[in-house]
């Protein structure tokens, strides 16, 4: 079956502009969740959304981050006024309710903000 | 807060060796912990995942990982590398508090010679 996919795969902006990257996972997977990475590091958890709530956002780094889930399924991650630090890889994963279950990763938007 | 370290940020081994990546963790209680493979070009993959049980985790691809409390390690093994197997490997570490986040170390990125 489909795995999550993320759309665009690159997206290049200007310092403060506003971009939207989609996230459309796995059907049937009610969990889904955003993380960033950086050159260099590894992923580092944004938002966590359990249907079309979200059950944590505590890694927003802050309020210029928003994401929304509106129907449980796809979903957006939304960052306004862009800074040069907010380039990065931006991940989605999706999993089925439950402890731990299995989180499948998309293939990332690359974000460069120049 | 959990966190995780990974010592070795580049390793080099040439295919048939034995490959050894380490991985330590902290956390105040018992952790979930995940090994994934990131390939060029390609989504994070898990490869093993230890919640509780059997220390001696078997995971795809013919890794394991062994959980260490008293060193509070879990480090991936193979016993012979492929050339395959060339790609980023991240720990990465879970709690039952809270969301299902996961905290990730910065990767360990695995060159095999031929």
């Known amino acids: 079956g489909a795995g999550v996919s993320q759309t665009p795969s690159n997206k290049v902006t200007e310092k403060g502009k506003y971009v939207e990257l989609r996230c459309d996972p796995i059907s049937g997977h009610t969990a889904l969740y955003w993380y960033r990475q950086s050159l260099g590091q590894g992923p580092e958890f944004l938002i966590y959304f359990q249907g079309t709530g979200a059950a944590d956002d505590s890694g927003l780094p802050n309020d210029r981050f928003f994401a929304v889930r509106p129907e449980g399924s796809v979903s957006t991650l939304k960052i306004q006024r862009t800074e040069r630090g907010d380039s990065a890889v931006y991940l989605c994963?999706?999993?089925?309710?439950?402890?731990?279950?299995?989180?499948?990763f998309g293939p990332g938007t690359r974000l460069t903000v120049l | 807060a959990q966190s995780v370290t990974q010592p070795d940020i580049h390793i080099t081994v040439s295919e048939g060796a034995s490959l050894e990546l380490r991985c330590n963790y902290s956390?105040?209680?018992?952790?979930?912990l995940f090994w994934y493979v990131q390939s060029p070009g390609q989504g994070l993959q898990l490869l093993l995942k230890y919640f509780s049980g059997d220390t001696l985790v078997q995971g795809i691809k013919g890794f394991e990982a062994e959980f260490k409390r008293s060193q509070s390690s879990f480090n991936l093994r193979k016993p012979s590398v492929h050339w395959s197997d060339a790609a980023e490997y991240f720990c990465?570490?879970?709690?039952?508090?809270?969301?299902?986040?996961?905290?990730f170390g910065q990767g360990t990125r695995l060159t095999i010679n031929p």
């Open positions: 994963a999706s999993s089925r309710q439950g402890v731990y279950n299995e989180q499948f």
């Open positions: 990465a570490v879970g709690s039952i508090q809270g969301a299902q986040k996961l905290v």
């Open positions: 956390y105040g209680a018992t952790p979930y």
